[in-house]
């Protein structure tokens, strides 16, 4: 494996420590509205747009249930969480370093996040790295999401990288498998939602996916306990 010529980059729960925020709403809705919920059923939904969340949560609860409402309120809640925090979402450790060294090496890279754009900028704001991405992909920007290739190709396109020698690293499962299918090396980052809370009363989750750390990296070409120790690896292949 030689040097990477270019690095892209998932956002929830990889740059940001938004997936625990999110699922903190997910959590409030489940108790909301009665139906289970738990970190592996959360971490299926993980990197998908939009409509593939809706239909995500309707293949784990069935049809009859009003699952579009349901995705509403946890919106609305994760607005609510993140206030209640001040704004702030937390930046992931290792990130700025990261970051710092891809420019002084001038290695490109780009940030490629099933999120809409404002959400993307109101998140880099809260976190003082507005200008730290000059190139984004996002989820409104692609008909297809995760596991799907089409938004690391596009971002690997704003950058002019071949797939070949490009490094994408990502927290969830459907990012790691849409990495592999565009020909990227996968990376994945391990987030840690296993200490979270579980809601086992109300609608049952008909199909549990196994969503575990052993599961995506067993799927991942790299795996990394945190984003710190990419620079060290990059480094070793200079």
């Not at 009859?64 to 209640?84: G, L, P, S």
């Not at 940030?111 to 993307?120: C, G, H, M, T, Y």
């Not at 391990?190 to 599961?215: A, C, K």
Request: a negative charge.
């Amino acid at each position: 494996m030689g040097p990477f010529q270019a690095v892209l980059f998932d956002m929830d729960g990889l740059i940001f420590d938004s997936e625990r925020l999110c699922y903190k709403a997910y959590l409030r809705a489940a108790r909301a509205f009665g139906f289970q919920m738990n970190p592996a059923l959360y971490m299926s939904l993980c990197g998908r747009i939009e409509h593939e969340v809706v239909a995500g949560l309707r293949h784990a609860f069935g049809e009859d249930k009003d699952v579009a409402t349901w995705r509403e309120y946890i919106k609305k809640q994760k607005t609510a969480v993140r206030m209640e925090q001040n704004g702030r979402v937390g930046k992931k450790k290792g990130l700025l370093e990261l970051l710092s060294y891809l420019q002084e090496r001038q290695i490109p890279y780009a940030l490629a996040s099933s999120s809409v754009r404002p959400l993307i900028d109101e998140y880099m704001k809260a976190e003082y790295l507005t200008h730290a991405f000059p190139y984004i992909m996002d989820g409104t920007q692609v008909e297809n999401g995760k596991p799907d290739p089409e938004i690391f190709l596009k971002a690997a396109a704003l950058i002019d990288a071949d797939p070949a020698h490009t490094l994408v690293l990502e927290d969830s499962h459907a990012g790691v498998l849409a990495a592999n299918a565009g020909g990227f090396t996968s990376g994945f980052v391990f987030d840690d939602l296993t200490n979270m809370d579980s809601v086992t009363e109300g609608y049952p989750i008909l199909d549990q996916p196994e969503g575990n750390r052993e599961t995506i990296r067993r799927d991942a070409v790299l795996s990394f306990d945190s984003l710190a120790d990419v620079v060290g690896f990059l480094e070793v292949l200079r």
